[in-house]
T-cell receptor
Framework: KAGVTQTPRYLIKTRGQQVTLSCSPI?????VSWYQQTPGQGLQFLFE???????NKGNFPGRFSGRQFSNSRSEMNVSTLELGDSALYLC??????????????FGSGTRLTVV | AQSVTQLDSQVPVFEEAPVELRCNYS??????LFWYVQYPNQGLQLLLK??????LVKGINGFEAEFNKSQTSFHLRKPSVHISDTAEYFC??????????????FGQGTILTVHP
């Protein structure tokens, strides 16, 4: 079965612009989490959605937002981009409930470069 | 708050040698523990997880890890590594309950390099 699909794979944006990243979870998975990966800060949790509701949020400014659609697909948006937002953004899906029990499956990520 | 410390940022080994990647964690509540592997330009792949029960957990690709509650450790081991094991490895924890749905706290990663 198809894995977690993230689009686009690569993105270059200019400071001040906004960007939307997309994640399609594994079919049947209802939970989608987002993580930011940078060389300096490592992997940091952004937020998690389950059945279109945000269940948990990490310590990121309000410029970072997300949503989940009824088909479980998720998007995250970053407004007013800063150079420090350059990172690999990873999406992970799980069946739901307590995702740890079912396991998280990660996508290959979207590499965002802000210039 | 939880934290994860991977004690080695880089581990070089020769092919067919054993390897241990060390992970310590800190948490005030019960946790689930994971090891993930990341190959260049790819996402994370789950190697193994500890939820409860036997403290020795076996995963994919011949890896295993042992949960030690008293030492708050979850070290990853493989008795004989291959060139293809060269990658970055991440230890992670999540709350075993409560409201931290979807939230994994990761260590900083250990780069395993296997030399021929």
């Amino acid at each position: 079965k198809a894995g977690v699909t993230q689009t686009p794979r690569y993105l270059i944006k200019t400071r001040g612009q906004q960007v939307t990243l997309s994640c399609s979870p594994i079919s049947g998975h209802r939970s989608v989490s987002w993580y930011q990966q940078t060389p300096g800060q490592g992997l940091q949790f952004l937020f998690e959605y389950f059945s279109e509701t945000q269940r948990n949020k990490g310590n990121f400014p309000g410029r970072f937002s997300g949503r989940q659609f009824s088909n479980s697909r998720s998007e995250m948006n970053v407004s007013t981009l800063e150079l420090g937002d350059s990172a690999l953004y990873l999406c992970a899906s799980s069946l739901g409930g307590t995702g740890a029990i079912y396991g998280y499956t990660f996508g290959s990520g979207t590499r965002l470069t802000v210039v | 708050a939880q934290s994860v410390t991977q004690l080695d940022s880089q581990v070089p080994v020769f092919e067919e040698a054993p390897v241990e990647l060390r992970c310590n964690y800190s948490s005030s509540v019960s946790v689930y523990l994971f090891w993930y592997v990341q190959y260049p330009n790819q996402g994370l792949q789950l190697l193994l997880k500890y939820l409860s029960g036997s403290t020795l957990v076996k995963g994919i690709n011949g890896f295993e890890a042992e949960f030690n509650k008293s030492q708050t450790s979850f070290h990853l081991r493989k008795p004989s590594v291959h060139i293809s094991d060269t990658a970055e490895y991440f230890c992670a924890v999540s709350n075993a309950g409560g409201t931290s749905y979807g939230k994994l706290t990761f260590g900083q990663g250990t780069i395993l390099t296997v030399h021929p």
